[in-house]
């Protein structure tokens, strides 16, 4: 199984990260992530989900990040994720100079 694969309901999911279910409502109303849908429209949310769930409530309850904050902060992390592990040094520069230039957008 692929940690992308939606496992867990919004329920479920809720329980998991400690945000209430209208809050991930939320966060997939802006964007922030999108959960897998089941037959009947049902929610199911991955391993992956979770993670960036817990990140975003970090982001919110210690740093304080609003939405606007948290679209900024997660669109330069996911390119930053993007060159992956094995990436050469001009890859990694390139995500680097992109991020930097994704902050500095009004």
Do not use: C, F, W
Not at 3 to 20: C, F, K, N, P, Q
């Amino acid at each position: 199984m692929d940690e992308r694969d939606g496992v867990y309901t919004i329920a479920v999911a809720s329980r998991l990260t400690g945000m209430h279910a209208q809050t991930l409502r939320k966060y997939e109303r802006a964007g922030l992530l999108r959960p897998a849908r089941q037959a009947g429209n049902q929610r199911l949310y991955s391993v992956t989900d979770i993670r960036r769930l817990e990140r975003i409530r970090y982001l919110v309850e210690v740093r304080g990040l609003n939405i606007a904050g948290l679209e900024v902060t997660l669109a330069v992390s996911d390119r930053l994720d993007v060159p992956g592990r094995n990436a050469t040094r001009e890859e990694l520069q390139t995500a680097i100079d992109q991020a930097s230039e994704m902050s500095r957008e009004p």
